[in-house]
């Protein structure tokens, strides 16, 4: 959940081979059902499964709370997995693109709302944390025609803080387990923030940056520049 998706890095995932023909390797690697899109949709199912078996017996039944816990700590699991199985293999797909990011979000915020609603966390938590994930994915976009936003290790911290604090919350504790689970999602909240207006920072650079790199080269062809008279002669001479 800490920026662009793994598998948005482009690309078919197809490799050529000798002879100049696709292997059926490669071509199932660029196919729909790739092992990283399969991770992905299991954790799009798992969201509904999710929120049922917290909400399960009102909500506060320990041991529903720990099959709940089960299904989070499986989302989170698959979420390593999958981007490290599209990098490693250029398992590349529009699906992935897409739905990569919705799996991450979607996971995460059912489980902030139903322990606000709970009553466990702070509305003013979840809405933080949602309002800086939501906005730094469409700001990831904004700025992707331009550059992409790589994931800083503040955002690896912050990814690892939110999952934990948020596993420790569906879990029914007390004692000094409940008040560790209070510090660790400060911890969360903190990270959450500083990453989030480090990106901003990041995104408005890099706009900059771009919008001038392309004026300069509008300006460029104006002034015919883009194709300087000796290369023309030179290409020409060779013909």
Same mark, same amino acid.
């Given at each position: 959940?800490?920026?662009v ?27 729909l059902w ?90 003013? /938590?979840?809405?933080?944390? +949602? ?8 700001? *990831? !976009? @904004? #700025?992707?025609?331009? &550059? $992409? ?10 990814t ?5 604090? /948020?596993?420790?919350?569906? +879990? ?8 560790? *689970? !209070? @510090? #660790?999602?400060?911890? &969360? $909240? ?30 460029d ?19």
């Amino acid at each position: 959940m800490t920026g662009v998706p793994a598998s948005a890095a482009g690309g078919s995932g197809t490799k050529p081979v000798r002879g100049g023909k696709l292997g059926t390797a490669a071509v199932n690697q660029a196919s729909l059902w790739n092992i990283a899109n399969i991770l992905t949709m299991v954790r799009l199912l798992l969201v509904p499964g999710f929120v049922m078996l917290l909400l399960h017996n009102g909500g506060y039944d320990p041991a529903w709370r720990s099959f709940a816990w089960a299904a989070f700590a499986v989302a989170m699991i698959t979420d390593l997995f999958d981007g490290h199985l599209a990098r490693t293999y250029n398992l590349v797909t529009d699906f992935g693109k897409i739905a990569d990011p919705i799996a991450d979000k979607a996971i995460m915020g059912a489980a902030l709302i139903c322990l606000s609603y709970l009553g466990d966390l702070p509305w003013w /938590v979840t809405g933080v944390i +949602l309002f800086r994930e939501i906005g730094i994915t469409l700001m *990831r !976009f @904004w #700025v992707i025609r331009h &550059a $992409v936003i790589p994931a800083s290790r503040g955002g690896k911290m912050k990814t690892l803080a939110q999952g934990t604090a /948020v596993g420790m919350y569906v +879990l029914a504790l007390t004692g000094p387990l409940a008040t560790l *689970r !209070f @510090w #660790v999602m400060a911890v &969360a $909240v903190v990270l959450t923030v500083v990453t989030g207006l480090d990106y901003v920072r990041q995104a408005v650079v890099l706009r900059r940056k771009g919008l001038a790199a392309e004026r300069a080269a509008a300006a460029d062809r104006a002034s015919g520049k883009s194709a300087p008279t000796g290369a023309s002669d030179s290409a020409e001479a060779e013909r």
